[in-house]
């Protein structure tokens, strides 16, 4: 062990983009933590991804569904509103600041998020190994749409596990998935969230691991899960770094993206992080803050490393190392593990990762509203909660480029909601 | 290798016997402290070879509901790993020979941390673990510091362990190698007896360890058609399902409880006896 950690934190000098290792391990985290029925299936699947990456036919059938289906590239846009109201901001505490802000539009894609880039490039692979059955976990359901979706293109039968709390708190996917063709299980086991949505994923998946291809939402689980999940999402990042050099001329000097799993963030990060000049924050949902016992979801900022869902990260947990369930407005973040490249970046300090509570997501998502037109999920509401802090701050000239993952019309009831609006 | 255990001795001593081993399971602290305790003392007298004591955990992955359910029982009662390991070390003082398995899942234990756990699991008087989710491939973190301790790592082997994996999962196997014997979680569907039997011979093809049968085993009829072949059958779900239907109104133990499990064992343990 001791020598493997030295390996990874020698790595580091040159650069943050070689991991994983052979066994699926950045630094300390990842690994292959799952039960022996799975072993060779995952074996069989690392392989069947690393022909996959060799193969430029697979390369070709993905962008062209990702152009001509997805709808990428998604535009880089400048927020040019919110660059003013920060600013205003700035000035009214005595500063000259507001750094100009860019959102890189993913909830523009087909079916509303990132997710469509991860299950695009997974149900390629689930044919490439003759899989006829997809399983998959969500918690907002943005990733079980995005499932039923290149299920329903495909023509593979899909069944979709989500905790029966998110199934009432997310109405709108469930009826997306229900009409895409997708069965959709609620599980009641634990808090009815993602964490209990994943479990009965891997209890089906264990069960049916014959004909059965199991498309993880995000960049964590056993390996090549994280790496595989990261690959298919750094579209994001490899586009937002073409299309800043083409509008600014330069890369951009901070980047803010929100972390659940942690794949929408990882995409954008991952092209930029041998850019020394690239600041980068991944924010987590604080939830009703970090003080709050089992009160948020903050796994890096509140938890410690742990082993759950086949690999090693940090977790929501209590001193036996029992699970914690974790709370967020948001369902998509509501998950009390991490993806175990994030995990070793925090490690590593190459990224920063801040909370934002229930409530300022809740403010940054009427001021995004309000001020550009355009309804964030909630789970992007994390993200400009946290650019709502740090902006006023950065200098005028300084580039910041937040990932707005998702569309916000799955959340429009629950936010009235908190909102005491009447519809 | 490690040397004897208590797990070696009680299958040599059950080959002179010609009978095939009872490896009962139950979960450390279900439904209560004290129940399990009187619980744990009682299954050796019903007929039980060998021990597993589940160590409860929040989120048992590879578990079907029965087990889901006692383990969700056990952390309501209070369970934690410093009392799981108490229970073991009190059970020693009147029972030297028993085997005692712990079985779960990793975190609980990675968290202790790993070596504290190992140190104070083998003073307890453990004499094996199940990992479910440790692979051989991190072996070095977990299974070599337990062989050092002289505690046999026990692997389980599944339908999908093929020719080619199956050198890699028996390496560092010692004690016994379970065969689960279904694609599936615990206290699912019935296995096939034919298919595991032959299964059970390509195992025993490559090891000289004993090779046990578990998931899905409910009754004696049962256990004794899966044992053939093999040197002995896990229970769990049927053991942990008879606790949950001995429970009252609240889900507290009652005087049915101990008697339910004893009695369960008792005739598994009858119908394993040679004919």
Same mark, same amino acid.
């Given at each position: ?9 020698d ?21 292959r933590?799952?039960?022996e029925?799975?072993? $060779? ?14 193969d $430029?036919?697979?390369?070709a ?10 709808g ?6 400048y ?5 003013e ?12 600041g507001?750094a ?15 997710k469509i880039n ?7 692979l ?33 069944e ?15 009826a ?6 997708a ?9 009815g969230t ?33 790496e ?32 659940g799993g ?13 850019d ?6 991944g ?9 709050v ?35 967020s ?18 490690a590593?300090?190459?990224?920063n ?22 309804i $964030?999920?909630?789970? $992007? ?19 910041l ?18 909102l005491?609006?009447t519809? | 290798?490690?040397k004897?255990t ?15 081993a !009872?490896?009962?399971f139950?979960?450390?602290?279900d ?18 070879d ?60 990675? &968290? ?5 756990? !190992? ?10 673990l199940?990992?479910?989710d ?12 337990a ?19 199956l ?10 190698v ?14 096939v007896?034919?298919?595991?039997h032959s ?5 025993k ?7 046990? &049968?578990?998931f ?15 040197d002995?059958?896990? &229970?769990g ?16 133990a009652?005087?049915k ?17 040679p004919?």
């Open positions: 062990m001791a020598g493997k950690d030295k390996k990874s934190s790595a580091k000098l040159n650069s943050y983009r070689t991991g994983p290792d052979e066994q699926g391990h950045f630094g300390l985290f990842g690994g933590f799952v039960a029925t799975l072993m $060779p299936l995952i074996l069989d699947l690392e392989k069947a991804y690393n022909d996959a990456k060799a $430029p036919a697979f390369h059938e993905l962008t062209d569904l990702l152009t001509h289906y997805g990428r590239p998604s535009p880089l846009y927020a040019e509103r919110l660059t109201h920060f600013r205003e901001v700035a000035a009214a505490q005595g500063g000259k507001g100009k802000i860019y959102f890189k539009r993913d909830e523009l894609n087909h079916t509303g998020s990132h991860n299950t695009l490039g997974q149900i390629l689930a044919r490439r190994m003759g899989k006829t059955r997809i399983i998959a976990e969500t918690g907002a359901g943005q990733h079980g749409v995005a499932v039923a979706t290149v299920c329903a293109r495909f023509g593979l039968p899909c979709i596990f989500m905790g029966a709390t998110d199934v009432k708190r997310q109405s709108p996917n469930v997306r998935m229900y009409m895409l063709g069965k959709v299980n609620a599980v009641t086991s634990g808090a993602l964490k209990d949505a994943m479990n009965e994923a891997l209890r089906d998946w264990v069960t049916n691991v014959h004909d059965t291809y199991y498309i993880i939402g995000t960049a964590a689980g056993p390996h090549p899960y994280p595989l999940v990261r690959d298919f999402q750094s579209v994001i990042g490899k586009e937002t770094r073409e299309q800043i050099l083409e509008r600014e001329g330069r890369l951009p000097d901070t980047l803010v993206a929100c972390i942690g794949s929408n963030a990882i995409g954008l990060f991952h092209p930029f992080l041998d020394e000049g690239v600041a980068i924050y924010v987590e949902a604080g939830g009703h803050g970090l003080d016992e089992n009160g948020h979801a903050a796994s890096m900022s509140g938890g410690k490393p742990g082993v759950l869902h086949g690999n090693r990260t940090y977790l929501l947990q209590d001193a036996d190392g029992q699970i914690l369930e974790g709370h407005i948001s369902a998509g973040l509501d998950y009390p593990g991490v993806g175990p490249e994030h995990s070793w970046l925090k590593t300090g190459r990224v990762y801040v909370p934002i509570t229930d409530k300022e997501a809740l403010d940054a998502f009427q001021l995004c509203a309000r001020q550009e037109g355009i $964030p999920a909630l789970e $992007p509401s994390h993200a400009l909660g946290y650019v709502t802090k740090l902006a006023p701050t950065l200098p005028r000239d300084n580039l480029v937040m990932n707005m993952c998702g569309r916000g019309d799955k959340d429009v009831f629950a936010v009235a909601g908190y005491g609006m519809i | 290798m490690t004897e208590r797990i070696d001795r009680r299958f040599a001593a059950l080959k002179t016997e010609g009978r095939k !009872l490896v009962c139950v979960t450390a602290g439904p209560d402290a004290d129940t399990f305790a009187k619980l744990l003392a009682e299954l050796p007298k019903a007929g039980a060998i021990i597993e004591v589940g160590m409860p955990f929040s989120d048992p992955m590879a578990d079907g509901p029965a087990i889901q359910a006692a383990s969700l029982r056990a952390l309501k009662s209070g369970q934690t790993m410093v009392k799981t390991l108490a229970m073991v070390a009190n059970f020693r003082k009147t029972d030297p020979d028993t085997p005692i398995v712990l079985m779960g899942y990793y975190n609980p234990v990675y &968290v202790y941390p790993v070596d504290k756990f !190992l140190d104070e699991a083998a003073a307890a008087g453990v004499d094996g199940i990992i479910v440790v692979p051989p491939e991190a072996d070095e973190e977990l299974c070599l510091p062989m050092e301790r002289g505690l046999n790592f026990i692997r389980l082997t599944t339908p999908t362990t093929d020719a080619k994996r050198p890699t999962v028996l390496t560092n196997t010692s004690g016994f379970y065969y689960v014997s279904i694609t599936g979680i615990t206290g699912a569907a019935a296995p007896v034919n298919d595991v299964q059970v011979a390509r195992i093809g490559a090891t000289e360890l004993p090779v046990v &049968v578990g899905g085993v409910r009754t004696g009829e049962q256990a004794a058609a899966l044992a053939k072949g093999a002995g059958v896990v &229970v779900s049927a053991l942990v399902s008879a606790i949950k239907d001995s429970l009252g109104p609240n889900g507290d009652t005087a409880t101990v008697p339910a499990v004893v009695d369960l064992v008792k005739s598994l343990s009858q119908a394993l006896k004919v």
